[in-house]
């Protein structure tokens, strides 16, 4: 293993590092360093998943779901508690406030990163799926004219039928 596969293996652990619950009162300072580590974490878990979806480990993308959706629901209650006082922004300082923009704006690339793999997983998928239905619609047995027992007259015929179910889950 790659010392690369090695680290996106150990990012894709999941870590769940984050508070549930009511937002208690912070002063500004402590609400704008736990919004840049929430930023900060839920980035490197979605970067994470842009790594494993590039590599269509799939399967390895589903262990980040629930630490992602916690991380997430976090910074979304920072965020709105934020916005519930718009004073706290002038209070923060200028330092704090410019490492909570650099969060936000690398979250915002981190998902819009995270939506292209997402995509591009989907439609891989979907040409997948696509070339085994015509794969098994091949090996179906094309005559129409049957025996009186029921089995349909021709070469082709004496193959047994396939069914296929495929999970289509992303």
Aim: aromatic share 2%; glycine share 8%; charged share 25%.
């Amino acid at each position: 293993m790659t010392e690369a596969q090695t680290q996106l293996q150990n990012q894709a652990q999941p870590q769940n590092q984050t508070q549930t619950g009511p937002l208690p009162e912070m002063t500004p300072i402590e609400l704008a360093e736990r919004m840049t580590a929430a930023a900060g974490r839920l980035c490197e878990v979605i970067e994470a998943e842009v790594g494993l979806l590039r590599a269509f480990k799939i399967a390895e993308v589903e262990r980040l779901q629930a630490e992602k959706r916690s991380l997430a629901e976090d910074y979304e209650k920072l965020l709105q508690g934020l916005g519930k006082r718009p004073e706290a922004v002038a209070e923060m300082g200028d330092g704090r406030r410019s490492a909570l923009k650099a969060a936000a704006e690398r979250l915002v690339r981190a998902t819009e990163a995270n939506a292209i793999a997402l995509r591009a997983g989907i439609e891989a998928n979907g040409r997948l799926m696509s070339g085994i239905a015509r794969a098994v619609q091949e090996q179906r047995p094309r005559s129409a004219s049957y025996h009186a027992d029921g089995r349909a007259v021709g070469a082709e015929s004496d193959r047994t039928p396939v069914s296929v179910s495929l999970d289509q889950v992303l």
